[in-house]
T-cell receptor, first 111, second 114 residues
Framework: GDSVTQMEGPVTLSEEAFLTINCTYTATGYPSLFWYVQYPGEGLQLLLKATKADDKGSNKGFEATYRKETTSFHLEKGSVQVSDSAVYFCALKSSNYKLTFGKGTLLTVNP | KAGVTQTPRYLIKTRGQQVTLSCSPISGHRSVSWYQQTPGQGLQFLFEYFSETQRNKGNFPGRFSGRQFSNSRSEMNVSTLELGDSALYLC?????????????FGPGTRLLVL
C-alpha cells in the first residue's frame, strides 16, 4: 500500500537558517504529492503541491521538487522565520483519492 | 469563498455514548473526506464521500460511520465511544474531478472521551 516516511524531528533552528525536511514515499502509479502545515490548535493548511515528476511546488519561500527516481519530495526554505514554527506533514494521494500522511515534523524557530 | 467549516469545535463525551460531527464543504466541492488525528497514530483516513456515496473507507471499526447529503454536507457518527476515540477529527473537501486535486481542511472537532 501507499506510505510516506518523513523525518520526525523535532527540528530546532535559529531565525534565517536553512531548512530541509526529508520526505520519501512508496506508491503505485503516479501519485500527487503535498506538503501541509499545521499551526497549534488549527487544522491543516496546504503549503504546496506537485502532481508529476520534476514538478516544483513553491509557496511563501518554501519549495519541494517531485523526484520520481528517488521517490522523494523534500521540503526546503532558504531562510526560516519565527512564524514558520509549526508541524509539517508530507502526504501523497493516488488514484484512490485518499491522502496518506507522514508522521509530521515539528519545527521550532528561535529568534 | 468560505472555507470548510466543522461543528462543534469541541466535544466532551463519556464512554459508551455516541457522537455526531458535522462538516460543510467549500461551495461547489462534491467530495468530503474525514481523518482522525491522534498523537500516537498521526493522521489516519476514515472515509470519503462523493455525491452521497461512500467511495473509500479506511481501516476503522464499524462504530465509525458517515453520510453525505445532497448539498454535499457530511456527518460522521461514532457509536459506543471508547477512550481511544479521543482525537481531533478533520474534514476535508475537494472538487474531486481528478485525484490530483487539493483537499482543503477544516479546523477540526476535538473530541474528548472520559
Amino acid at each position: 500500500g501507499d506510505s510516506v516516511t518523513q523525518m520526525e524531528g523535532p527540528v530546532t533552528l535559529s531565525e534565517e537558517a536553512f531548512l530541509t525536511i526529508n520526505c520519501t514515499y512508496t506508491a503505485t502509479g503516479y501519485p500527487s504529492l503535498f506538503w501541509y502545515v499545521q499551526y497549534p490548535g488549527e487544522g491543516l493548511q496546504l503549503l504546496l503541491k506537485a502532481t508529476k515528476a520534476d514538478d516544483k511546488g513553491s509557496n511563501k519561500g518554501f519549495e519541494a521538487t517531485y523526484r520520481k527516481e528517488t521517490t522523494s519530495f523534500h521540503l526546503e526554505k532558504g531562510s526560516v522565520q519565527v512564524s514558520d514554527s509549526a508541524v509539517y506533514f508530507c502526504a501523497l494521494k493516488s488514484s484512490n483519492y485518499k491522502l496518506t500522511f507522514g508522521k509530521g515534523t515539528l519545527l521550532t524557530v528561535n529568534p | 469563498k468560505a472555507g470548510v467549516t466543522q461543528t462543534p469545535r469541541y466535544l466532551i463525551k463519556t464512554r459508551g455514548q455516541q457522537v455526531t460531527l458535522s462538516c460543510s464543504p467549500i461551495s461547489g466541492h462534491r467530495s468530503v473526506s474525514w481523518y482522525q488525528q491522534t498523537p500516537g497514530q498521526g493522521l489516519q483516513f476514515l472515509f470519503e464521500y462523493f455525491s452521497e456515496t461512500q467511495r473509500n473507507k479506511g481501516n476503522f471499526p464499524g462504530r465509525f460511520s458517515g453520510r453525505q447529503f445532497s448539498n454535499s454536507r457530511s456527518e460522521m457518527n461514532v457509536s459506543t465511544l471508547e477512550l481511544g476515540d479521543s482525537a481531533l477529527y478533520l474534514c476535508a473537501s475537494s472538487l474531486a474531478v481528478s485525484y490530483q486535486e487539493t483537499q482543503y481542511f477544516g479546523p477540526g472537532t476535538r473530541l474528548l472521551v472520559l
